[in-house]
Structure formats: C-alpha cells, structure tokens
C-alpha cells in the first residue's frame, strides 16, 4: 500500500505546472477564438456566462477568506515574537529592507520610462479613440479616486474607530493595524486566558488555511478562464498598439526582479538567487494568474514554510504587512505609467515634479488595495498632482490587465525576498512569552 501510495504521488503533477498548463491552454483556445470568431456571438456568450463566472468566483472564495487569514497571521506572527525586542528587530528589519527595495523599483521606472521614452510619438488619434472606449471605465475610476481619503485623514483612516465596519469595507490598512495592535497586547499578556486566545487564534488560522488549500485546487481551471477571456475578447491587438508602453514597464519589471533582487537575496541571505526563485515559482504562478497579492497570500506563506524553510513567525507578520505594505511592482507601474501619459500629452516633468512622482510611487505601494487593479485610482491621483489629466488613465486601460498579472508577480517575489532577508538571523533567536523584564529596583528595601 506504501509503494502505491508513493507511486501515485510521483505520477501526481504539481500544482504550479497545472495552473502553467492551464494558463497556456486558456491563452491559446482565447487566441484561436480571437484569430477565426472574434465576432460570432457565442463568444461574448461563453465569456460572459462561462468563464468570466469561474474566474470571479474563485477570487471570491479566496477573498471571502482573506480578512480571516490577515488577522489571525499577523496576530500568530506578533505573539509568536516572544517579546517586545524581537518584534521590534523584525519591525525594523523590514522597514528597512522594505524602503530600499521600493525606492529602487521607482528609480528604475524613472530611469526607464526618461531613457526609452515610451509615450513620444505615439498616434494621438489612436490614444483618443481608445480614450473615448474607455469613458465609462476612466469616469468610474476618476470616481473612485475621489473619494480616496488624502493627507491627514488618509493617516487617521489606518485607525479604524469599528474594526468590523472596517473589515465589511475592505478596509485592509485598517484591520491590520487593529491586528498589529491586538498582536501586541497579546504578546505583552502572559497568563492561561491570553494562552488559550493565542491557541483560538492559530486555529482559525490553521482552519482558514486548510479551507484556502481546498479553493486552490481549482486555481488551473480558474487560470484557464482567466486567460481566455483576456485572449478572445482583446487578442494582442492592444498589447501591440501600446507595445512601447508595455515593454518598458516589463522591462523596468524584469530588471529589478532578475538583477535586484539576485543581488539583495545573494548580499543579505547568502542563498542561491536561482535555488530562490526555484522555491517560490509556485507562488509566483499564482500571483501572475490571479493579479491579485491578496489571493496570493496563503500560497506565499505556505512557499516560505515549506519550500524556503523560513520561521513561520518572521514569514507571516512580513508576508501578510508585505502584502499591503510592499508592492514593488506597483511602485515601478506608478512610475513608468505618469511619465508615459506626461510624455504623451508633452508635459516636461521637472526633476522635482519626478522626485514627487518617485515620492508618491512609494507611498502608493503603501496601502493599495492587493486586487486586480487596485493600483490604478493611486496613477490617477498621481497624475493630477503633476498636471496631467487624469482622464489619461484611459488609455492604458486596455493593456491593464496583462501589466497588473506582471506586477503582481514582482510583489510577491518581493515579500517572499524581504522574508527570507529578514529571517536571517532569526532561525534561532530565543522567544519568551511575556512582557519585557523590569530593570532591578535601586530603592533600598527598608
């Protein structure tokens, strides 16, 4: 029975080469539909009530789960801590790893989108009849993107006055600060109670995980969906007509996920950057299909347990604040996106317009909402701070959708980076339960 069991597991193909396998297989039935039936009307049919349903709801499952999964991590990874002086090394750690990164990402937008110039030359023509396309999208984004909170009202927001409104609203930044808070006193407490909620905790954790593993079998057929959607109803045609656009933003992409992130995991971890990217594709497949961190989430933590053998209390308290909190893939999006419509609409941008720009990318990553799309009422604001229309966000929206799936691979390749950077050293360092021990009293005892 042993050596059945064996020989099923060797014949059984892993997860990440279905969900590859159903990526190809989606793409290619989408493009030979594009190619012989972009007008038959079975098409819009099949995309509208076949695949378009079983991608969004296996996203809905997973998001159905995700405030569950944010919470309990975050809390397990703060209590797990030990005491207050580990938190605040693992806290410092990844601030640290985590502004670096991010400011090389935007760095190298800049420099790629001022070196190639992708918006010059572009048919203004086409840019105004896909403009005009995508009206009704743009002005439901311009929407949305007024109603983004900013300035002090945007800090005083990641404080939420009813954590439950909160989380009914999605409010990610805001549940988990109330679960970094909640974290903390739970690792100040140490008594049976505080014991017992810890263990409540790390079993609606546990439970939430075995839930996610179950939706994620289905993640090759949702990816198929996904991809013959995005084939049969735009094809290529998009992608070549902003082909300048897109391909500097993959190539900003590629550079800082080959080269910068080689270099940091080989300087800081002395791991193989390849044995690196070899543990993690599994997640990376997931984020590139779904486009959404989020979603990404419980493979990404189960990767860097399992496959990268990292402390499962550092792991989770980086991965679930790196999930909101570090998108790298964002920032370099944001960049390259403001500089090309500037570019477009002959807007010469100063080097202090730019350091904004670079500033604002930064913060954007910081807080986006880890879902499809999410990054684009952030390029919206951006862009009015410098004067560019907003209404511009328009035209990219066609290629979108390609550029979110390539974007999202970099931020979980980025947070499973900064996991394994800040695990360094961590592997053995002691955790005690309880607060911080009381400096001996110098009083004398009468």
């Excluded at 670096?100 to 070196?115: F, K, P, Q, R, W």
């Excluded at 409104?165 to 808070?181: E, G, H, P, T």
């Excluded at 209404?391 to 066609?398: N, V």
């Excluded at 691979?409 to 499973?416: F, I, M, P, R, Y």
Aim: charged content about 15%; glycine content about 8%.
């Amino acid at each position: 029975m042993a050596a059945t069991k064996a020989r099923t597991e060797k014949r059984s193909v892993a997860l990440h080469v279905q969900m590859l396998i159903g990526f190809l297989f989606g793409l290619a039935a989408g493009l030979i539909v594009y190619t012989t039936q972009s007008d038959a009307p079975w098409v819009e049919t099949v995309t509208t009530y076949v695949t378009g349903p079983i991608g969004e709801i296996f996203l809905r499952l997973l998001f159905m789960l995700v405030i569950p999964l944010l919470f309990s991590a975050l809390v397990v990874g703060i209590a797990e801590m030990g005491d207050i002086r580990s938190l605040k090394r693992v806290g410092l750690k990844t601030l640290f790893f985590t502004i670096l990164l991010s400011g090389i990402a935007v760095a190298i937008a800049l420099a790629a989108a001022n070196l190639l110039q992708p918006g010059a030359g572009v048919d203004r023509a086409l840019a105004n009849e896909l403009l005009a396309q995508s009206a009704e999208r743009t002005g439901a984004l311009l929407e949305t993107s007024a109603e983004q909170p900013s300035g002090v009202q945007a800090l005083l927001n990641i404080i939420p006055r009813n954590v439950f409104a909160a989380a009914a609203a999605n409010d990610i930044l805001a549940v988990m600060f109330f679960a970094l808070v909640f974290g903390i006193g739970l690792l100040l407490v140490d008594n049976p109670a505080a014991q017992r909620l810890q263990e409540a905790i790390e079993g609606l954790f546990s439970v939430t995980m075995r839930l996610i593993e179950f939706i994620i079998r289905l993640a090759p057929i949702a990816v198929a969906a996904f991809m013959f959607n995005l084939a049969a109803v735009f094809g290529w045609d998009l992608l070549v007509r902003l082909g300048a656009y897109a391909g500097v933003v993959v190539l900003a992409l590629a550079v800082h996920m080959f080269i910068t992130y080689s270099i940091a995991i080989k300087l800081f971890t002395g791991r193989s950057p390849l044995g690196f990217f070899r543990d993690i594709q599994e997640a990376m497949v997931m984020a590139f299909s779904t486009a959404s961190s989020n979603a990404t989430l419980p493979t990404a933590l189960r990767v860097a347990e399992d496959n990268l053998k990292l402390p499962p209390r550092v792991s989770r308290f980086v991965l679930t604040i790196g999930a909101t909190a570090n998108q790298n893939g964002t920032a370099i999006f944001e960049g390259v996106t403001v500089l090309f419509l500037a570019q477009f609409f002959g807007y010469e941008l100063t080097l202090w317009q730019q350091t904004t720009v670079l500033l604002m990318c930064i913060l954007g990553g910081i807080g986006t909402a880890g879902v499809p799309a999410g990054s684009l009422p952030v390029v919206v604001i951006i862009l009015a701070m410098v004067g560019v229309p907003p209404e511009a966000i328009g035209l990219i929206l066609g290629v979108d959708r390609f550029l979110d799936m390539c974007r999202t691979a970099l931020n979980v390749t980025g947070d499973l980076a900064i996991a394994t950077m800040v695990s360094r050293g961590e592997e053995h360092a002691p955790v005690v339960k309880g607060p911080p021990p009381r400096e001996p009293s110098t009083v004398p005892t009468p």
